[in-house]
Antibody, heavy 116, light 110 residues
Framework: EVQLVESGGGLVQPGGSLGLSCAAS????????MNWVRQAPGKGLEWVAS????????YFVDSVKGRFTISRDNAKNSLYLQMNSLRVDDAAVYYC??????????WGQGTLVTVS | QSALTQPPSASGSPGQSVTISCTGT?????????VSWYQQHPGKAPKLMIY???KRPSGVPDRFSGSKSGNTASLTVSGLQAEDEATYYC??????????FGGGTKLTVL
């Protein structure tokens, strides 16, 4: 069974930094692109970032470019999101999601980031 | 990277069919056959329902179907059931490694 478990969320002040992690299990992690998708309270889904299987390609939504970094450790079956210069509008539940085809086929339960 | 356009709400009675639209541009929906649809119940993670415009992952009932015409994609739910009440999001590849979501449509089963 595919499992994605996010951690690292919490309360941070505007301008601060926070690092999120996603522990993957139940599949060969290195065979899949991975992603972060966020959802602000009461709002819709927003794609944040994607990383290729080997980490050689990374893509970001314009609003986080230069502030967020996505990385992965295939040996540890883990995905990361380093968020710097956080803004109030970055507050959201952050989901780790696996890519299959060009879609997000498995999602974690999310971790809440509060910026205040 | 503008969001795709979905109606905020849709509704239907049990057993009926309902169609939810998702309008983008030639740079996303119209340019690629990479539209996907997600179902989200309150407090839960999204679930993939349709990918590559028309394909259903294993375990998704065949009551759910997808289509696309030009810059608009659609999700049809046939034979509505109470458990289909949820918010549905479309998503599309938008080129250069980017993905974009719609704003979501809350489906109410009357």
């Amino acid at each position: 069974e595919v499992q994605l478990v996010e951690s690292g969320g919490g309360l941070v002040q505007p301008g601060g930094s926070l690092g999120l992690s996603c522990a993957a299990s139940g599949f060969t992690f290195s065979d899949y692109w991975m992603n972060w998708v966020r959802q602000a309270p009461g709002k819709g889904l927003e794609w944040v970032a994607s990383i290729k299987k080997d980490g050689s390609e990374k893509y970001f939504v314009d609003s986080v470019k230069g502030r967020f970094t996505i990385s992965r450790d295939n040996a540890k079956n883990s995905l990361y999101l380093q968020m710097n210069s956080l803004r109030v509008d970055d507050a959201a539940v952050y989901y780790c999601a696996r890519s299959a085809a060009v879609a997000f086929d498995n999602w974690g339960q999310g971790t809440l980031v509060t910026v205040s | 990277q503008s969001a795709l356009t979905q109606p905020p709400s849709a509704s239907g009675s049990p057993g009926q069919s309902v169609t939810i639209s998702c309008t983008g541009t030639s740079s996303d929906v119209g340019g690629y056959n990479y539209v996907s649809w997600y179902q989200q119940h309150p407090g839960k993670a999204p679930k993939l329902m349709i990918y590559d415009v028309t394909k259903r992952p294993s375990g998704v009932p065949d009551r759910f179907s997808g289509s696309k015409s030009g810059n608009t994609a659609s999700l049809t739910v046939s034979g509505l059931q109470a458990e289909d009440e949820a918010t549905y999001y479309c998503s599309s590849y938008a080129g250069s490694g980017n993905m974009v979501f719609g704003g979501g449509t809350k489906l109410t089963v009357l």
